[in-house]
Nanobody
């Protein structure tokens, strides 16, 4: 199982970035995928998640209306489009695979739901 986040970088406040999570070694369409972030000196937090088929999504309050999660199971990739970025969005962003195969229901971002984690990608938002 491998997950690799990419697409991070330096952007000015108000700008946009689109992160990608490339996956391999498992059937992506069997699993909920989550995005998480860890800011300097802070604990890792859940940002967003998406159900197996993409019909259900979850966003933490601080990113609602600004971030959009999506997936292309045919390309084995999950995306996180981030708009109207703020300095407080600065963090290393990670994607992770649900610990439960074929989970039903609205996906969440409790970290104990997730078993496999990729390397992160750094997002820096300057003011």
């Amino acid at each position: 199982v491998q997950l690799q986040a990419s697409g991070g970088g330096l952007v000015q406040e108000g700008g946009s970035l689109k992160l990608s999570c490339a996956t391999s070694g498992f059937h992506l369409d069997y699993y909920t995928i989550g995005w998480f972030r860890q800011a300097p000196g802070k604990e890792r937090e859940g940002v967003s998640s998406i159900s197996r088929g993409g019909q259900s999504t979850y966003y933490t309050d601080s990113v609602k209306g600004r971030f959009t999660i999506s997936r292309d199971n045919g390309k084995n990739t999950v995306y996180l489009e981030m708009n109207s970025l703020k300095p407080e969005d600065t963090a290393v962003y990670y994607c992770a695979q649900d610990a439960i195969i074929r989970r039903t229901g609205v996906p969440g971002t409790r970290q104990n739901m997730y078993a496999s984690w990729g390397q992160g990608t750094l997002v820096t938002v300057s003011s």
